[in-house]
């Protein structure tokens, strides 16, 4: 059974806003990291935030981690339309939620 | 090769069959992970090898899935008696780790597997 969980489970926003995803787990981690999905592909590693981290950036990107309240946020700033996907998080690769589909308007 | 690679891409079979499906992982990584993604859904774990240590099987959703892996090259996910519910694409992928499930994950393209 999966325990990750990502909200919101859609988004559509238009080029250049940011978005924002969230997720929640129920197991304690080692790491946490953020995955992005085209349509019928692979998954691509995008980011890995370690439990005794509570910010990473890497470009664009922003991950949060509250290790409290077993919860991340992945934000993406000056969105563009190439960022359509879905977005997982993966908590110690072993737990997946069910992603965020997000959509970029140009 | 450069990356994971997978075979077969797609995979039509008849109820009652068995499966086979193949992951080359990229050379030198010695964590391999199976995951079943169902449509519109996330990644299920299915099992984990790491070295030459007993594989994790916790993922494995029944007596009727198996996977092998020889040393730390190719892997095997072998499916029984296939159900129409086992209709997926069926995802591995590989890390270079020196801990458990700590590794940034490299996914091949996945095997898309049809059971009618």
């Known amino acids: 059974s999966q325990q990750g969980e990502e909200d919101p489970q859609a988004l559509s926003i238009q080029e250049g806003e940011n978005a924002t995803m969230n997720c929640s787990y129920k197991?304690?981690?080692?790491?946490l990291q953020w995955y992005r999905q085209n349509s019928g592909r692979g998954l691509v590693h995008l980011i890995l935030i370690r439990s005794n981290e509570r910010e990473k950036h890497s470009g664009r990107l922003r991950v949060t981690l509250d290790t409290s309240k077993k919860s991340s946020s992945l934000l993406i700033t000056a969105s563009r339309a190439a960022d359509t996907a879905s977005y997982f998080c993966g908590a110690n690769n072993l737990f997946f939620g069910t992603g965020t589909r997000l959509t970029v308007i140009p | 090769g450069a990356g994971v690679s997978q075979s077969p891409s797609n995979k039509v079979t008849e109820k009652g069959k068995d499966v086979e499906l193949r992951c080359d992982p990229i050379?030198?990584?010695?964590?391999l992970y199976w995951y079943r993604q169902r449509l519109g859904q996330g990644l299920e774990f299915l099992i984990y090898f790491q070295g030459n240590s007993a594989p994790d099987k916790s993922g494995l959703p029944s007596d009727r899935f198996s996977a092998e892996r020889t040393g730390e090259s190719v892997s095997t996910l072998t499916i029984q008696r296939t159900q129409q519910e086992d209709s997926a694409v069926y995802l591995c992928?590989?890390?270079?780790?020196?801990?458990?499930?700590?590794?940034?994950?490299?996914f091949g393209e996945g095997s898309r597997l049809t059971v009618l």
């Open positions: 050379s030198g990584h010695t964590a």
């Open positions: 992928a590989s890390s270079l780790q020196v801990l458990a499930n700590t590794g940034e994950l490299f």
């Open positions: 197991t304690s981690i080692n790491n």
